[in-house]
């Protein structure tokens, strides 16, 4: 269980920084799309599972295919860029307090979009074998197979804490902000995802140029 446990605290740890999926997720939340966000950052935290898996199982080249990694990479960037224009200059529903219905349908396009978001940025894989390498290298966890799909259970189980956790703060506070506060900083998340989305395009269009 320690390998568990050691996954769980650094999933959980690792994912607190501020990034696209954080923004992603804040976004729903601040707009009571409880379920939604949640569903994001599982979908994200089930790609955490796969390419932790991989790097500690010693598999991480076989996870991107060049072309799976463009398509997801273009797919990001227009989600991200399309969402970020409606959302800072679009018109916003009305602010409220009360479960959504929206939060119902369609669930499972919002895990495939924490899935693809994740996917779209292959540093994560990097992230990951250095992870492995560290934990194996300093033998915090045993390099057994019980061990590696332990901790790559726990990351995920982690970071799967860390958006609960992000969710409940965001629920939490919200009722403290007037409705023209929370319109605010929803467009100001939705100008922060324009500029994410620039960043994704620049860095893809290089990308491009050089091969």
């Known amino acids: 269980m320690i390998a ?6 650094i999933g959980y740890l690792t994912t607190i920084p501020i990034g696209p999926i954080n923004l992603a997720v804040v976004m729903k939340a601040l707009r009571n799309h409880t379920a939604q966000a949640l569903l994001i950052g599982i979908g994200s935290a089930f790609m955490d599972i796969i390419y932790c898996a991989a790097a500690v199982f010693g598999i991480g080249s076989l996870v991107i295919h060049p072309s799976l990694e463009l398509t997801f990479r273009i797919s990001t960037f227009l989600i991200f860029f399309i969402y970020g224009i409606k959302t800072t200059f679009g018109k916003l529903p ?25 996917f779209s940025n292959p540093s994560f894989l990097a992230y990951w074998i250095t992870i492995g390498g560290i934990v194996h290298g300093y033998h915090i966890i045993h390099a057994t197979m019980l061990d590696n799909a332990l901790f790559a259970l726990g990351t995920g189980v982690g ?22 506060k929370i319109r605010k900083i ?10 994410v989305s620039l960043f994704l395009g620049w860095s893809l269009f290089k990308d491009l140029l050089m091969k």
């Open 4 to 9: 568990f446990v050691v996954g769980f605290i």
């Open 94 to 118: 009305e602010a409220h307090f009360q479960p959504n219905e929206e939060d119902a349908p369609g669930f499972k396009r919002y895990f495939l979009l924490g899935m693809a978001m994740y």
């Open 159 to 180: 970071v799967t804490g860390w958006f609960f956790t992000l969710v409940e703060l965001v629920e939490r506070h919200k009722i403290k902000f007037e409705i023209n």
């Open 186 to 195: 929803t467009r100001f998340f939705g100008l922060l995802l324009l500029i």
